[in-house]
Every structure is written in structure tokens, then in C-alpha cells.
């Protein structure tokens, strides 16, 4: 299967959260982004696919798929995000036993309760602001990343692993009924591998879907996560 074209043609016809960030052309990172996109339409298996290529440098890997996760991960929400509202969702949860505070340290200094639609939009343009933050995410090779890059992304990541639980959890009924869920499976499965091969997530957060991802993902890397 085709899987990332199948993916954006599926997502594409849907609403959109918010736009896309994309890279420019020309740039060393579109063309790892292009390379990355290419193993996925060859077909090969997604724990192969996310493998920092020969000679490529960690952190441009990194930064390729965290903007890509945001990217489809914003398209998943938005497949979902008219029927998550103040009422349906009044918390951020996965369940009734994890639920999410949202804290930022400027509007919101202490762990704050918040309808899910509004902490993943703020998780959203949090997101946002990183990876349009030159600094953090450089858009020229002679620019270095910043030092704390991998602990930046590795919050970025965290984030978005809560917003496949919340989705899963609480619309994952909506995702049936349009047909998403082979795609979101095949993004969640791709993220999954990814975050795993590098470690780059708390195997605590991993939590709300541990069973879920012990059936979609069953391969070595659930089983090391097991041990
Ligand atoms: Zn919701």
C-alpha cells in the first residue's frame, strides 16, 4: 500500500485545524523530508522507514518527522474537532483515568483543568510557535540547532502523543465511521516506532494506549517496552 499518498489524499478531502508547515525547497531538510516521504511510498515497513539514513545528521532527521507528525496529527484533530466540544469533552482526558493539566508558565502558570478542544489548541500553536522559531528549528544548514534541541522535541512529541490518546479514547467511533482508522493506525504505528528507536518519549506516557499499541504494533519493540 501507497501510504502516505492513500494518507494525504484521504486527509486532504477533510477539514483542516490549521495550515500546514512546509519546507522549502532546497533546503537540506526538504530533501530529507522528500527522502523520508519517498521510503514511505516504496513500501517498506515503517520500522525500517525510520531509521536515521547513513550519514545523516540526528537532529535534521528529528526535526523532519517532528514537523511531519504536527502536520498529521493537526489533520487527524480535524477529521475529529466538531465533535469534541466544551460538552463532549469538558477535560483533556484518555479515559477516565488519565487526564492532562496544561501548563505554559505564562497564561497558565499552575496545572490547569481545560476542556480538550481548547488544551490541544493551545498545544497546538505551542507546537507552532517552536517549529516557526528559527532558532530552535533552523531553516539554513549554517545555523546549528540549539543545544537542548532533542529535549524540545522530545515536549513536542509528548504533546502529541496526548492528542492520539485523547482521539483514540474518546472519537475513535467518528474515526470509524469515516474510515480513518487504517490511517490513523498507519501514523500512529509510524510515530510509535519512531519514538521508540530514540527514545524519545516516557514510557509512562505510553500508558492510556498500552493495549492498543501491544495489538496494532506487536513487534520487538513492544516487547522490549514490556520488559
Ligand atoms: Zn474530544
Given at each position: 500500500m501507497n501510504i502516505a499518498v492513500s494518507f494525504s489524499s484521504f486527509f486532504e478531502k477533510g477539514k483542516t485545524f490549521r495550515p500546514k508547515k512546509k519546507f522549502s525547497p532546497g533546503t537540506l531538510k526538504y530533501s530529507l523530508h522528500k527522502q523520508a516521504q519517498a521510503s514511505l511510498n516504496s513500501g517498506v515497513n515503517l520500522q525500517e522507514a525510520i531509521k536515521l539514513p547513513p550519514g545523516e545528521d540526528f537532529n535534521d532527521w528529528l526535526a523532519v518527522h517532528v514537523v511531519d507528525f504536527f502536520n498529521r496529527i493537526n489533520l487527524i484533530y480535524g477529521t475529529v474537532c466538531e465533535q469534541c466540544t466544551d460538552t463532549t469533552c469538558p477535560r483533556m482526558s484518555g479515559g477516565p483515568k488519565y487526564e492532562y493539566l496544561w501548563q505554559d508558565?505564562?497564561?497558565?502558570?499552575k496545572p490547569t483543568h481545560l476542556p480538550a478542544n481548547k488544551y490541544i489548541s493551545l498545544l497546538m500553536d505551542w507546537i507552532e510557535s517552536q517549529i516557526n522559531d528559527e532558532s530552535i528549528f533552523?531553516?539554513?544548514?549554517?545555523v546549528q540547532f540549539p543545544k537542548n534541541f532533542a529535549s524540545v522535541c522530545k515536549k513536542i512529541l509528548t504533546r502529541l502523543y496526548r492528542v492520539f490518546v485523547h482521539v483514540y479514547v474518546h472519537h475513535f467511533d467518528r474515526l470509524m465511521s469515516i474510515g480513518a482508522e487504517p490511517h490513523v493506525n498507519t501514523c500512529y504505528k509510524h510515530f510509535y516506532y519512531f519514538v521508540m528507536e530514540f527514545s524519545l518519549?516516557?514510557?509512562?506516557?505510553l500508558e492510556p494506549l498500552k493495549e492498543m499499541t501491544l495489538r496494532i504494533c506487536c513487534d520487538f519493540h513492544v516487547s522490549n517496552y514490556n520488559k
Open positions: 508558565g505564562d497564561k497558565y502558570k533552523p531553516v539554513t544548514t549554517d518519549l516516557n514510557s509512562k506516557e
